[in-house]
Structures are given as structure tokens and as C-alpha cells.
């Protein structure tokens, strides 16, 4: 399935005259130098990662695979960005790249073009957006909860098992013209990552796949939780984009980490523009944006207050 989000229905579409035609052509020009530059600084970042845990001692080897965990969490700003189409000018650039992006974390890239589809057409809709899907969080037990990532590594696999079972009507948001290509898309990384892990711990102990794989993924999942936790949470549940969804204002490490994913509201109001272009977006668009916030602990914290009747 080649899913794009020029489907979306016009009942979600931005309001009339945000911007003019030709600026929003000029601001959904993709590059697949851009890209290449953005993905080869993440990589980066990730061997970076794992030459630190592979020379850590005792007491930096918790530190290192928390930031190598953090760095692959973060995968999911390339996974989320191929779907779209818009990480590179070449579709098959965009396939490959997000593919292999969302296997460490268990999130299969066709899977994902579904179910994002689906939160793009419906988003902040309780009865179809399948975010919602996931109950926000109401006591601080269920925000806990949330932050350390049971329920998403319950989903990745209860995925897994539904396709290795070729069963996906739990999922009403994938057609049923989709599901064997999901099914065979999920069967296949399932077995990758297992070679992979295999073969890393033939080639090197045991050590390699637990410590540069399974518990930087327990470790950084949390900080991705905390991230996504802020992008439509207390947001208006309608259709309209300028008030159902937030953009954070953040420092700029972590908008480069996250594909400047933080413009949010930016992206669903127009997912054409592509990551390299969304400052300029915000720029043009940030006056009637209902939700902007500074920081993330800020909203955090505002966000626990609010839980415990404070707000």
C-alpha cells in the first residue's frame, strides 16, 4: 500500500487562504539531499551511541545505553516523516529508509502508513482516529503508565502475533486490500530483527543484542512516550487543525534529533511541506495557532497539575 496523506478528506482540510498557492508550493519542494543530510546525522548519532556502550565501564554503561536508546526511540521522526513521503524526493528512498527506520522499535513502516493514514483523516476524532485508541492518560497511575511504555511494546506485539496468525480484524482502520501486504511487510521485519540479534550475538556474546538493542529500547522508549504525549492531548476533539493539534517550541538539538517534528500543528495542517521546511511554515502560520507551548517539562508539568485537580 503507497498510502498519502493527499487523501485526506476536505472536512479536515486547513482553512481556506493559511497559505497562498505558491508558497505552499514552494514550501513542499522535497530534497533527497536534505534528507540524506538529516538521516546521515542521525546515524551518526547512533554509532555514536553504541561506540559508548561498547567502551563503557560499570558506571557510564547505564548513561550510554539510555542515550543510544534515545537515539533510536527517536527513529520514529524518520519512520514518521518517510511515510509521508517527504524525508527524500525519491519514493523508494522513502520505503527503504523508513522500512528499516522502524524495526528497532518494533513498528512496521506498512503498518504504520495505515494506521497514521487513518489519525491524519480522523484526527481527534474519538470513534476513528486510532490514537485515540490509547486512552489519554486522567489519574497520574495512567500517565506513569503511558511514560514508561507498557501499553505501546503490549501493541507491537499483540501486531506481531495478529500477523504471524493472519489476523488483522482487530484493526478496523486497515482495508482488507492491504492486510496481506501489511501481514508479509511485519512477518519480514519480525524475522530481521531476530537474524539480526542472532547473528550480533553468534558474532559478539550475548552482550551486543541486550545492551545495543533491547534494553536501549526499554530505556529510551519512555523519552519518545513523554514527547508524543504533548502533540494532541488536551486539544480541541473536532476537525479543526488549528486548534486539535499543538506545536512545542523546543531547542534546536532536539528538532534536529526529531525531523522537526515539534511543529506540529504546522504538519497536519499541511503534511506536503516536508521536515526541512516546517520553521518556515511555523513562521508564516504561528499568529493563529491555538496551542504553542515553551518546553516540554513545562507542559509536563502542567500537564501532571492538571491530573491532580490543579489546573
Known amino acids: 500500500m503507497d498510502a498519502t496523506i493527499a487523501d485526506t478528506p476536505a472536512g479536515h482540510a486547513p482553512p481556506a487562504r493559511l497559505l497562498p498557492g505558491p508558497a505552499l508550493r514552494a514550501l513542499s519542494a522535497r530534497s533527497d539531499a536534505r534528507g540524506a543530510a538529516q538521516l546521515a546525522f542521525h546515524l551518526l548519532l547512533l554509532l555514536a551511541g553504541g561506540a559508548w556502550v ?3 565501564g560499570p558506571w557510564t554503561l547505564l548513561p550510554a545505553m539510555l542515550a543510544l536508546g534515545v537515539a533510536q526511540a ?4 524518520p519512520l514518521h516523516e518517510t511515510m509521508h513521503q517527504t524525508a527524500f524526493a525519491s519514493r523508494r528512498a522513502n520505503a527503504v529508509v523508513g522500512w528499516l527506520c522502524g524495526c528497532p522499535s518494533l513498528y512496521n513502516w506498512h503498518f504504520y502508513q495505515v494506521f497514521h493514514l487513518a489519525h491524519h483523516r480522523h484526527t481527534q476524532d474519538p470513534a ?3 490514537e485515540l485508541l490509547s486512552p ?3 489519574t497520574t497511575r495512567a500517565y506513569l503508565w503511558r511514560v514508561l511504555a507498557v501499553p505501546y511494546w503490549q501493541t507491537r506485539l499483540r501486531v506481531i502475533r495478529d500477523c504471524w496468525r493472519g489476523d488483522l480484524a482487530a484493526y478496523p482502520y486497515i482495508p482488507a486490500r492491504a492486510a496481506p501486504k501489511v501481514i508479509r511487510s511485519v512477518r519480514a521485519m519480525t524475522v530481521f530483527d531476530l537474524a539480526l540479534a542472532g547473528g550480533a550475538g553468534l558474532l559478539f556474546g550475548w552482550w551486543a543484542p541486550v545492551c545495543l538493542w533491547i534494553v536501549p529500547q526499554l530505556l529510551g522508549q519512555p523519552a519518545l512516550r513523554l514527547y508524543l504525549l504533548t502533540e ?9 487543525g488549528l486548534t486539535n493539534t499543538r ?8 528538532r534536529r534529533l526529531m525531523w522537526n517534528m515539534p511543529y506540529h500543528t504546522e504538519h497536519h495542517l499541511y503534511p506536503s511541506i516536508p521536515f526541512h521546511r516546517l520553521p518556515d511554515a511555523h513562521a508564516a502560520l ?7 507551548e515553551r518546553g516540554y517539562v513545562r507542559w509536563h508539568a502542567g500537564f501532571l497539575r492538571h491530573l491532580r485537580g490543579g489546573a
Open 54 to 56: 561498547s567502551l563503557a
Open 74 to 77: 527517536a527513529l520514529f521522526a
Open 128 to 130: 476513528r482516529d486510532p
Open 136 to 138: 489519554v492518560p486522567d
Open 232 to 240: 494532541h492531548t488536551l486539544c480541541s476533539q473536532d476537525a479543526n
Open 247 to 254: 506545536t512545542m517550541l523546543t531547542n534546536a538539538l532536539l
Open 286 to 292: 504561528r499568529d493563529r495557532l491555538a496551542h504553542v
